[in-house]
């Protein structure tokens, strides 16, 4: 089931982003938000770009899909080692290791 976050209020425009550097970009320029996972990273953001918890009861679950005949790389491998040692490093839970 795929839930969609809604703002208290009217939103005169909706812009549609599938980039971190033009959203970040963004965001700043107009003064902006997006709704994400709040995992960033301040190494590949300034102190401009921060995340805000919101006050809501719902949760928020990521994932990745493979393919069930393929193995992945070994830098894929390492890649996803690396990403849940960063996000256990938020205080998430990592599930399926």
Do not use: C, W
Not at 8 to 29: C, E, W
Not at 33 to 39: A, E, H, L, R
């Amino acid at each position: 089931m795929r839930k969609k976050f809604s703002a208290p209020y009217h939103i005169k425009k909706h812009i549609q982003i599938s980039d971190r550097a033009t959203i970040f970009n963004l965001m700043v320029g107009l003064n902006g938000y997006t709704i994400s996972s709040g995992i960033i990273s301040s190494e590949l953001n300034d102190e401009k770009i921060v995340a805000i918890p919101l006050d809501v009861d719902d949760s928020m679950t990521l994932g990745y899909l493979q393919h069930r005949k393929m193995e992945l790389s070994d830098t894929a491998q390492r890649y996803l080692v690396m990403l849940k040692e960063h996000i256990r490093g938020y205080g998430f839970t990592v599930y399926g290791d």
